[in-house]
Nanobody, 125 residues
């Protein structure tokens, strides 16, 4: 049974920073991603990192502000969020998948089998 456990998040003022962490149990090499869901909206892709950690992908609205990274020795993925804006406020979810090619694009939530519990990020103006 694969478990995906998130930590981090909280309340920060606009322009501030937060870091989210996500640990996946079981095998190594999952492609991992972060999604977010604001109240009344769909769950949207934020960022992803390949199983090797070599490749990353970001949605346009967070490019240059967010950085996804991983420590495979710890089977942990991080999302460093800088220059936060009120529109970044959402519940953030970590997700893991295995068996898909990175190069097909993994922005759809349907590709991900394992999900974390979600963590609230609130950015005040």
């Amino acid at each position: 049974q694969v478990q995906v456990v998130q930590s981090g998040g909280g309340l920060v003022q606009a322009g501030g920073s937060l870091r989210l962490s996500c640990a996946a149990s079981g095998r190594t090499g999952y492609h991992m991603a972060w999604f977010r869901q604001a109240p009344g909206k769909e769950r949207d892709f934020v960022a992803a990192i390949s199983g090797s950690g070599v490749s990353t992908d970001y949605t346009d609205s967070v490019k240059g502000r967010f950085t996804v990274s991983r420590d495979n020795a710890k089977n942990t993925v991080y999302l460093q969020m800088n220059s936060l804006k009120p529109e970044d406020t959402a519940v953030y979810y970590c997700a893991a998948t295995y068996g898909y090619s990175w190069w097909q694009g993994l922005r759809l939530s349907d590709y991900y089998t394992y999900w974390g519990q979600g963590t609230q990020v609130t950015v005040s103006s």
